[in-house]
């Protein structure tokens, strides 16, 4: 009962897998195989066989081992042979019918992280079909993928960052861990508590004058205007070989007097130029170095503004309209890069800080230079009202990109030079220069007033000398 049961279940499901048989059903089932084929199976009996018997097919033809005598048909035998049939019939189909090997099931799709009733899951106790993937599947699972791999982008900081908002620089640490670090960048240099130190060698720039004859990538990024540099521009004068790679600006935005990154005795000027190199002999890429102590040496240059057009200043400012928006970008001919850098590069302070803009790595050797760098008011302008941190309108306009000080802890900030009293801008001196002229003006005039008095005063004594001598002659 059980073997019939196991065949009609085997042949309703041609395609699942076959289980196992014992060596009895493995017997029966060739026994069986051989009779539909027409073969004769010899069976073997126990014990003697007994000479001399007829069977009954024998003594009655035409039938078999039947008790009705002249060849008349025992119904019994009929329903038996119709029986026999109808099974050699199920043999046949289930011989002919191609046994498929067991397939695989296939694995189901992972638990979505936003979607985890759409993930089937499968019971310990209850055994699951293979079920096929329809295109409603399909498109279910690359639903499911991509909503994964805008989470994974997420939570690995993928994110776009701003200077102010909901992803402003107060946020910065929670999706870049290290910008929340204790060796961040800018920071507020006091003078009167720098160190100084003698083994600071003048910074010497080569290549700068003569940059190539390759144009330069101008690029407006969303965040700030970048120029791309060749690697012929190096410096001298570092512990190990420095390589330019790129420069960009940072600034304010109209009607503030600020918009540098770094402040010298709490007072910002009006921009701040960075001049990007990183570790030639120990790395082969910028980004390789960046993410390494002292990977990367940065030129800090303060920028006021002055009276005349800075012409250096000029070769990047007068493209500034070709790349108003994010991620435009034009070439730039080939300039003296020298010309953005102030006349004086031995004075300058020095200490390890981090990039001012996310991932914010700690692997900055910073320069910041004691003078300064001179644009005009229109160059200043013109670089606060161009440009757009957005790619279509509504345009954003991209101001204020600069970063808040940053808390020194515990850092040394060294001096190449000697500070002999406080340091004062163009403007101060300016004003100092006309305050002292001022005084000195007035105390002139106040001497020389007074040395009218005392004059009128002794001459008014002398008159009245005479007068009482010569009444006295008379008399």
């Not at 209850?126 to 639903?143: D, G």
């Not at 003698?198 to 004058?209: A, F, I, K, S």
């Not at 600034?251 to 005795?265: A, C, F, M, V, Y």
């Not at 009293?421 to 001196?429: A, I, L, R, V």
């Amino acid at each position: 009962m059980l073997n019939r049961l196991f065949k009609e279940l085997f042949a309703s499901n041609p395609g699942s897998p076959p289980s196992p048989r014992t060596p009895v059903q493995s017997h029966l089932k060739s026994r069986r195989q051989l009779e539909v084929a027409g073969q004769q199976v010899k069976t073997p009996k126990k014990g003697k066989k007994r000479e001399g018997r007829k069977r009954s097919s024998e003594i009655y033809p035409g039938t078999r081992n039947s008790r009705y005598p002249h060849g008349k048909p025992n119904p019994l035998e009929a329903r038996r042979d119709t029986k026999t049939a109808r099974e050699k019939d199920k043999y046949t189909q289930l011989r002919e019918t191609p046994v498929l090997p067991p397939q695989p099931r296939p694995s189901l799709p992972t638990p979505s992280l936003f979607l985890p009733h759409l993930s089937p899951c499968p019971s310990p106790l209850v055994p699951r079909p293979p079920v096929p993937c329809t295109p409603s599947c399909h498109t279910m699972l690359f639903f499911t993928l991509l909503l994964e791999v805008i989470w994974i982008l997420t939570a690995n900081g993928g994110q776009h960052w701003t200077y102010e908002g909901p992803h402003g620089q107060d946020h910065w640490p929670a999706s870049y861990p290290e910008c929340g670090s204790n060796a961040q960048s800018p920071i507020n240099i006091q003078t009167d508590s720098v160190t100084f130190d003698p083994d600071l060698l003048p910074l010497q720039p080569h290549g700068y004058e003569q940059p190539g004859t390759e144009p330069l990538n101008l690029h407006n990024n969303g965040h700030t205007v970048q120029l791309s540099l060749p690697s012929t521009l190096y410096l001298e004068g570092l512990p190990r070989k420095y390589v330019a790679a790129q420069l960009h600006l940072h600034w304010g935005q109209k009607g503030t007097p600020w918009g540098s990154e770094h402040l010298i005795n709490g007072k910002a000027t009006a921009a701040e130029l960075h001049i990007v190199h990183y570790d030639s002999e120990s790395y082969e890429s910028l980004s390789e170095a960046a993410q390494r102590p002292q990977g990367l040496a940065v030129l800090g240059i303060l920028i006021e503004v002055g009276e005349t057009k800075n012409p250096a200043y000029e070769h990047i400012l007068s493209h500034l309209h070709e790349i108003k928006h994010k991620d435009q970008k034009t070439s730039v001919p080939p300039f003296n890069v020298r010309g953005l850098l102030p006349p004086l590069l031995a004075q300058y302070f020095r200490y390890n800080g981090s990039l001012t803009t996310p991932p914010c790595y700690q692997s900055v050797l910073w320069t910041v230079f004691h003078r300064r760098a001179q644009i005009s008011t229109e160059q200043l302008e013109r670089l606060r009202e161009t440009l757009f941190s957005t790619e279509e309108e509504p345009s954003e306009p991209l101001v204020q990109n600069y970063r808040a000080p940053q808390p020194l802890n515990q850092r040394m900030v060294f001096a190449s030079f000697i500070q002999v009293g406080p340091s004062y801008t163009t403007g101060e001196m300016l004003s100092l220069g006309v305050g002292i002229l001022v005084g000195c003006l007035c105390l002139l005039l106040a001497v020389y007033f007074i040395a009218r008095k005392i004059r009128r005063k002794r001459l008014r004594n002398r008159k009245s000398v005479v007068f009482t001598s010569a009444r006295a002659t008379e008399a």
